[in-house]
């Protein structure tokens, strides 16, 4: 957990820079996904080595994010929790790597943003995370920016999130503010009081 910030209605960028636009038919897998969207996007195409796709309406398998989770080295959570967590999210994108093999296309989740929302006015991102093995080209940026515009399509205009301290230029560079008119984000540990 690290710093607030913020983002306003109005400052995502239009165009998504290196993000593709490309629309296609997406399949899932067992899992959960958060209601809404089915927005899919292809990010980077390999052409027959396969390629990399956005979606919003997707399924996530929770024993796949746990690994993906694994990777990243953040600490096991239940896994009940977190296909609760995933099934009540407002917004769950996710970067999902599609070959192909004997005919059949095959996918693995090698990145995840979720939302959770009032549904009118804010929403909050959380477990942004993209496969070791995957960073550095850009793919947490599109994950970040596709979910912001997904949720700006939904007409959410408050959008905020926790940045762990080592991430904050991360976000920065994406529009986001820390500590916006010197609003602080608080917490409240159990146990402490
Ligand atoms: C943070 C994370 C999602 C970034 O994913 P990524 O695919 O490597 O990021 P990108 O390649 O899209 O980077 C986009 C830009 O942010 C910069 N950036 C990436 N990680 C950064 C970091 N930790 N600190 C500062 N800048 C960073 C990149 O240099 C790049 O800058 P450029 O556009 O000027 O080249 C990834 O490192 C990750 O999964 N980390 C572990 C989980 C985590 O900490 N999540 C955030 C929790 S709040």
Not at 18 to 25: D, F, I, K, M, Q
Not at 54 to 75: F, I, T
Request: proline share 3%; with cysteine; glycine share 16%.
């Amino acid at each position: 957990m690290g710093a607030a910030v913020g983002k306003k209605q109005g400052e995502a960028q239009e165009d998504g820079g290196e993000v593709g636009s490309r629309s296609s038919s997406g399949s899932s897998s067992s899992g959960v996904s958060g209601g809404g969207g089915d927005e899919v996007v292809v990010v980077v195409d390999a052409g027959a080595k396969g390629r990399i796709v956005y979606g919003s309406g997707r399924e996530v398998d929770v024993y796949e994010l746990e690994r993906l989770c694994d990777k990243v080295g953040w600490p096991r959570r239940p896994p009940q929790k977190v296909a609760t967590a995933l099934r009540n999210s407002f917004l769950v994108g996710s970067l999902v790597l599609q070959t192909e093999r004997g005919g059949a296309v095959e996918e693995t989740l090698i990145g995840m943003a979720r939302a959770t929302s009032d549904h009118a006015f804010n929403a909050t991102i959380w477990d942004v995370l993209v496969d070791p093995s995957y960073q550095g080209q850009g793919l947490g940026k599109a994950l970040v920016e596709h979910t912001v515009r997904e949720l700006l399509r939904r007409d959410i205009g408050n959008i905020t999130l926790f940045a762990d301290s080592q991430v904050i230029q991360f976000y920065d560079q994406m529009g986001f503010e820390a500590d916006p008119d010197g609003i602080k984000g608080m917490f409240w540990y159990p146990g402490r009081y």
